[in-house]
């Protein structure tokens, strides 16, 4: 047993204790509120900590590699460029022979 | 009233333990969300700063986060998270002691504020006695000023035990304390606090 034990009283009044707590949550009403968003301060914290391993963010590079980052988004614009340039050709084409036949059509013949 | 009445009836699911332990974000956040209010407030009681409680409450859970394998469901969750939440504010608090930063001005010097503005608000026909309407602001700050002058130790008592109403036994879980000592802890804190008040409006009335 503490030393803090022998200090115990035998019994605590009741109706004394309450009046005791009626006193302090008046005194403490105001309800305290924080003024930032907890959840995302914890979800920041964690992440910078954790190096990104937890609440890692869509576009976080922390999870992978950089140079795998970059080896993805250069094989992706080569994919939109050859996608686009097969898309593009017949029209270029058609368009060629559009504009080119009637100039060889009337073009003199020097002869 | 206190929102607390032991813990919430999911919190303790051991299924839900288990994805915490997982470390499921979901589940995680969740949690936050829970005990947010909670944590908040009884770090803002016993630091009284707003800035230093909202830190403090984002490292409970940052903690709680860290060490969740730690935790033993021969305990709630929630009194688990409570005791943390009390450690890392008697560490604050001895922290800005050594900085010699008065942790308790804020709220008294809010609340001193709050009365001033509720006492300009108030008209004479909404209190048949003025008089006694400021007594009652002047007791409450008092009483206030008095629970920030206690020691941590009977502070983090009073604040468990008469205004978030746990009982003995969570005290003790929260505390690290026998229910002997925690009822006599709390019995010294409210035997310091009504001699400081009773001090402190005698001081008023003389």
């Not at chain 1, 200090?7 to 004394?16: K, T």
């Not at chain 1, 009626?22 to 900590?49: F, S, T, W």
């Not at chain 1, 017949?90 to 009337?106: D, F, R, V």
Request: glycine share 6%; with cysteine.
């Amino acid at each position: 047993m503490s030393a803090e034990e022998h200090d115990a009283p035998e019994s605590e009044d009741l109706q004394s204790e309450t009046a005791f707590q009626r006193l302090l949550q008046d005194a403490m009403a105001e309800e305290p509120k924080p003024r930032l968003d907890l959840l995302r301060g914890v979800q920041h914290r964690i992440r910078e900590r954790s190096r990104g391993r937890f609440y890692a963010d869509r576009w976080s590079l922390k999870r992978v590699s950089p140079v795998l980052t970059y080896l993805v988004t250069a094989l992706l614009m080569l994919a939109i460029l050859g996608i686009s340039y097969f898309l593009l050709r017949p029209m270029l084409e058609a368009q060629g022979k559009h504009t080119a036949s009637p100039i060889g059509s009337s073009a003199p013949t020097h002869k | 009233m206190s929102e607390y009445s032991g813990v919430d009836p999911s919190d303790d699911d051991p299924r839900f333990i288990q994805r915490l332990r997982r470390r499921d974000e979901h589940a995680f956040n969740e949690l936050v969300r829970m005990y947010e209010v909670r944590v908040y407030r009884l770090v803002y009681r016993m630091l009284g700063r707003q800035e230093e409680a909202e830190d403090v409450a984002q490292e409970v859970f940052v903690q709680v986060f860290r060490g969740i394998e730690q935790f033993r469901a021969d305990s709630k969750l929630g009194t688990w998270i409570y005791r943390i939440a009390s450690n890392l504010s008697k560490n604050r608090l001895k922290y800005l002691a050594r900085r010699r930063s008065n942790s308790q001005d804020e709220l008294t010097e809010e609340g001193a504020d709050n009365e001033s503005s509720h006492a300009q608000g108030l008209t004479l026909g909404e209190s048949a006695r003025p008089d006694q309407l400021v007594e009652g602001y002047q007791v409450e700050a008092i009483v206030r000023r008095a629970i920030f002058e206690l020691e941590p130790d009977f502070r983090e008592a009073i604040i468990l035990r008469d205004l978030e109403c746990l009982s003995y036994d969570e005290i003790g879980a929260i505390t690290g304390l026998t229910e002997g000592t925690v009822k006599s802890r709390i019995f010294r804190a409210r035997a310091l606090l009504k001699e400081r008040v009773e001090q402190a409006l005698g001081d008023k009335i003389r």
